[in-house]
């Protein structure tokens, strides 16, 4: 290599108050620069495999994807390895990134170099550092001593990081993490994936509240993940070391809710043959989930709010109640208000339950998180069928980002799998690369056929013409108007504020929240 690699750049970002993120992806676009290479990974160790966190050169929808090592030869023997390890062109490895640079989107690498370097943080392994030249021959013994330097710098910015963040632990008076192995990578546990400007807030929004004792309800959409978060609810906070006892209240008998709930004595009832505890016990120092709280029956309603208020569980046919420390968090999809309103949920247990309420974004207001999710979903689905490569094309990308989604994070993993599942059923080639089009998706609205939806929408005053859920009607109709705006206006957003007879600063809010923009 001729030039010095930025020094100087990397460390003003070091010494800048920035979000680890931002100085992360600094850092990869300063190391593609100057090895002059096409693609450069960063890449983090969680569970059995490495998650992309920062990237340049490569589609965004990497971002999701989480490599499994049995799955991938070239990581697992970075990360085996001390040194910087290169695989020059020919080798037979597969490349994790086949499909997926910019540069030949959804066709295999062509013949190439590559190299990569393990990296530590606090002595323990953090996870790895790639580049991938498009052209044969690039890394030489120059470049790869060069990489190895570089490696130091990437490990500076990761401790400084690091550091800042325990940091904001400690003034929370949490105990120090070990480094290599954070509260989120739980074996086999899935992890919660995107990078939205709502889903950072929401996440920053419940690191806060896990500190406390409250009570937390997750309020949100089928679908959204809320099981997701009360877990991180449960790992950020100082019971992570209790226990998390999920409940699903809707799957409750009524006869025998009480009982899976409080436990029961022998003789309780019939078939009661000895003595059993429940759920709320198993949660003892830690954190008791309950999901779809809406459906819990009334009898169980005024039990539970005893434990809420008094810190007591007393058994089905107990005398006496005994002391439980346990932290309630529940979740639902209903307006619990309206449920209390019609009588089906008590007032006070609503309001005890409530103390925090959080609202967790639908997808379709989450930009494009919906890609990054997609790509976690695609390397799932790449692994179950045996596929060299899985992507999205253009138009189907297009088409995912144009979706209201209203199964939202469950529906589009179940759309990711369909598609995947056809394009293996029509013959695709498994030795190859295999793009998803829209017509694979099968969304109800996808491309061409949301975008003439939404067109009849702006023509026809008749609502009752659409078949659509009146709010996802409204969404379409909106982002339709949007996007003529811009279309005239030249991509100008503060001309199109204008034309659209709106603030410029609610039109960028309103267009993220429809995922017209990041």
């Not at 023997?77 to 994790?96: K, M, N, Q, W």
């Not at 529940?330 to 309206?338: F, P």
């Not at 094309?393 to 144009?402: G, M, N, V």
């Amino acid at each position: 290599m001729t030039t010095t690699f930025p020094i100087t750049d990397l460390v003003a970002d070091l010494v800048t108050e920035a979000p680890q993120a931002v100085r992360l992806q600094h850092l990869v676009n300063a190391v593609r620069r100057h090895f002059g290479c096409g693609a450069v990974g960063l890449l983090k160790a969680e569970g059995d495999g490495l998650r992309p966190v920062a990237i340049a050169g490569l589609a965004h929808e990497t971002l999701g994807r989480h490599f499994l090592l049995p799955q991938h030869p070239r990581l697992a023997e970075i990360l085996a390895s001390r040194a910087v390890v290169r695989f020059p062109p020919g080798s037979p490895l597969p490349d994790p990134y086949d499909g997926l640079l910019d540069q030949h989107p959804g066709k295999p690498l062509p013949v190439h170099d590559c190299m990569g370097i393990h990296l530590s943080l606090n002595g323990d392994l953090w996870g790895a550092l790639t580049l991938d030249a498009l052209r044969g021959n690039v890394f030489d013994k120059a470049a790869q001593d060069e990489l190895a330097q570089t490696a130091l710098m990437v490990e500076l910015t990761l401790r400084i990081s690091w550091l800042e963040e325990e940091n904001r632990r400690l003034r929370f008076g949490r105990p120090l993490q070990n480094a290599a192995s954070p509260a989120s990578a739980i074996e086999g546990e899935i992890e919660i994936v995107g990078q939205s400007p709502q889903l950072r807030a929401l996440m920053q929004e419940l690191d806060v509240v896990a500190e406390s004792e409250l009570p937390v309800l997750l309020l949100g959409e089928t679908g959204v993940g809320k099981e997701l978060f009360a877990r991180h609810l449960h790992r950020a906070s100082k019971r992570a070391d209790g226990p998390l006892v999920q409940v699903n209240c809707a799957a409750l008998p009524e006869s025998l809710a009480e009982s899976e709930l409080f436990g029961h004595v022998k003789g309780a009832f019939s078939g009661a043959f000895g003595e059993r505890a429940g759920r709320i016990e198993a949660a003892e120092g830690g954190t008791l989930f309950l999901d779809e709280v809406g459906e819990l029956p009334l009898p169980v309603q005024a039990k539970l709010l005893r434990t809420l208020q008094n810190g007591e569980v007393q058994r089905l046919g107990a005398d006496q109640p005994h002391k439980a420390d346990v932290r309630i968090v529940a979740a639902t999809n209903r307006q619990l208000h309206d449920r209390v309103r019609e009588g089906h949920f008590r007032a006070d247990l609503y309001h005890r339950l409530s103390v925090y309420p959080v609202q967790v974004p639908p997808l379709r207001e989450r930009g494009n998180d919906v890609l990054l999710l997609a790509g976690r979903f695609l390397e799932i689905n790449r692994t179950r069928f045996g596929v060299r490569g899985l992507r999205l094309s253009p138009r189907a990308e297009t088409a995912l980002c144009s979706y209201a989604w209203p199964g939202n994070v469950r529906e589009l993993e179940h759309v990711i799998s369909r598609a995947a599942l056809r394009a293996i059923s029509r013959g695709a080639d498994r030795s190859g690369i295999v793009t998803l089009e829209p017509e694979l998706l099968d969304l109800e609205l996808s491309g061409a056929e949301s975008q003439s939806a939404e067109g009849a929408l702006l023509d026809d005053a008749t609502p009752a013409a659409s078949p659509l859920p009146l709010k996802t009607a409204v969404d379409a109709f909106q982002r339709q108007l949007i996007r003529h705006a811009l279309h005239n206006c030249n991509g100008n957003w503060a001309r199109a504020a204008r034309q659209l007879d709106v603030d410029a600063s609610n039109l960028h809010k309103l267009s993220r929240r429809l995922g017209l923009k990041a």
